[in-house]
């Protein structure tokens, strides 16, 4: 009888979860793209931050972030996230205290409607056959 509760409660708290993240998802997105019209890319950054962080305070989720006693954050940095998962973007969006943006390979910015978001976001393109540009492009970020 306790299995069998324990499992009911753990599907109905994964039915929770899911279901939060794929509402939010859809709020987040669909929220981003449409200030992408009317706003900047830095209005936009701190909306989502927003959303992201409330999203995880609902799924229960504790996100922390250390940063080394030396960092400084008027610094522009390079991070790079393995995409192991695909939560690395929300949260390293979501712990940042700063503006952040990507380096993408160049050609996603030939894709229709994506490109397009990703160009009016503010994402770099990165030449990954060409090592000189994509120097320049670690330059400019």
Not at 33 to 53: D, E, G, K, P, Q
Not at 101 to 109: K, L, Q, R, T, V
Not at 113 to 140: H, Q, V
Request: hydrophobic content about 55%.
């Amino acid at each position: 009888m306790i299995i069998f509760f324990k499992k009911t409660g753990l599907f109905f708290v994964s039915l929770y979860l899911w279901t939060v993240l794929f509402l939010m998802a859809f709020i987040i997105l669909v929220t981003g793209l449409l200030l992408l019209f009317v706003s900047n890319a830095r209005i936009v950054f701190w909306t989502v931050r927003a959303m992201l962080r409330f999203m995880f305070k609902i799924m229960f989720v504790k996100v922390e972030a250390e940063f080394p006693d030396n960092f400084d954050f008027n610094q522009s940095y390079i991070i790079m996230p393995n995409h192991i998962t695909f939560w690395d973007i929300p949260v390293i969006c979501s712990v940042l205290p700063n503006y952040t943006f990507g380096i993408e390979a160049e050609s996603h910015f030939s894709w229709p409607i994506y490109g397009f978001f990703i160009k009016k976001y503010g994402t770099l393109p990165i030449n990954r056959k060409n090592i000189l540009a994509s120097f320049r492009t670690f330059e400019t970020a």
